[in-house]
């Protein structure tokens, strides 16, 4: 399958470098779920030992590459530290290694996971073991009513009935299809039109340093400010679900966007450093939204300043 995307609903022809092949499109793999027998599991390396070969186009994001004497060498080392390979007789996969980060897990983990559900099947997913502290990876995973355990990334297991979805689309590309399943699946409840603005917190990068200029103009446009990472997955899918807008600095806190209803309004800040990754504005017309950006030219540095006064013109052409 084939997708075009339509423009961001500001565009402006000075910035083709990054809204660039549009016309060409983005081709799309067809949905495909395998069940594999006896697979070696490392870190995030799959091994067939029946087919003799690495599978890790399943569980890595971009990197698929990996040499077999690294992998030789892990094994034995595992090995000897522990004296034995774990053996699991059924589980599930739906990560790569970026699955830690908030993004790759909703839009990336979710849709394969609810794949596996609308078909049918049944069995626990396997996590690595330093993921337990993510709580919105535990809520979303009792949301679809799966099971799951964990392994300890440092050990080597063998799975005897391997049952895996391929990614449904490279990474910061989207399924429009399957992303629309996860959204009604997970909603909650239709739009009261409110209009939130993500906010970084002060010990991250690409904090604000003039936030309380910011904070007035979104006063202005009745706007709430919102420090995502201090919700729960619940509260992040409830809050959002009643949700028409959604703006802020490129990061995780816009994979929110996927919760509200279809035809809401998106603005991304763009940095130079996240200017050229496209993935919000993939997700947003995947979803069928309305997408802004603003284009700041700030390096991604620990204090932005941003010009409101622009800001204050895009907001303008939204909601004016």
């Known amino acids: 399958m084939k997708i075009y995307r339509e423009l961001p609903k500001n565009f402006n022809e000075k910035d083709k470098d990054i809204f660039n092949n549009l016309e060409k499109g983005v081709l799309i793999p067809d949905p495909e779920i395998i069940v594999y027998k006896n697979i070696l599991v490392s870190g995030f390396n799959l091994f067939s030992i029946n087919k003799l070969k690495f599978l890790n186009r399943l569980s890595m994001a971009i990197d698929f590459k990996l040499r077999a004497s690294s992998f030789i060498k892990h094994l034995l080392k595992s090995i000897y530290k522990n004296r034995k390979i774990i053996l699991k007789q059924e589980n599930l996969w739906i990560i790569n290694d970026h699955c830690f980060n908030y993004y790759h897990w909703i839009s990336e983990a979710l849709p394969r996971l609810l794949l596996l559900k609308q078909y049918g099947y049944k069995g626990k997913i396997l996590l690595p073991n330093n993921w337990k502290t993510r709580e919105y990876i535990i809520s979303s995973i009792d949301k679809l009513n799966f099971d799951y355990e964990y392994y300890d990334i440092d050990k ?38 409110s209009k939130y603005w993500i906010i970084r917190k002060e010990n991250q990068s690409r904090r604000i340093k003039n936030k309380d200029d910011l904070l007035k103009l979104l006063n202005k446009y009745e706007i709430k400010a919102i420090y995502s990472e201090d919700l729960t997955f619940e509260n992040e899918v409830n809050i959002f679900s009643k949700a028409s807008f959604i703006g802020g600095i490129h990061g995780a806190g816009l994979t929110n966007m996927l919760f509200m209803d279809e035809g809401s309004e998106v603005l991304e800040i763009k940095t130079k450093l996240t200017e050229k990754s496209n993935a919000f504005f993939a997700m947003a017309n995947a979803l069928n939204h309305n997408y802004y950006y603003y284009r700041s030219n700030l390096d991604d540095s620990d204090n932005i300043e941003l010009n409101i006064n622009e800001i204050d013109s895009v907001l303008k052409k939204i909601f004016n």
Request: avoid cysteine; hydrophobic fraction near 25%; charge should be positive.
């Open 156 to 193: 080597v297991y063998k799975i005897s009935n391997f049952t895996t979805s391929k990614h449904l689309a490279t990474t910061g590309n989207f399924n429009p299809g399957h992303l629309k399943e996860l959204s009604k699946y997970l909603k909650t409840s239709k739009s009261a039109n």
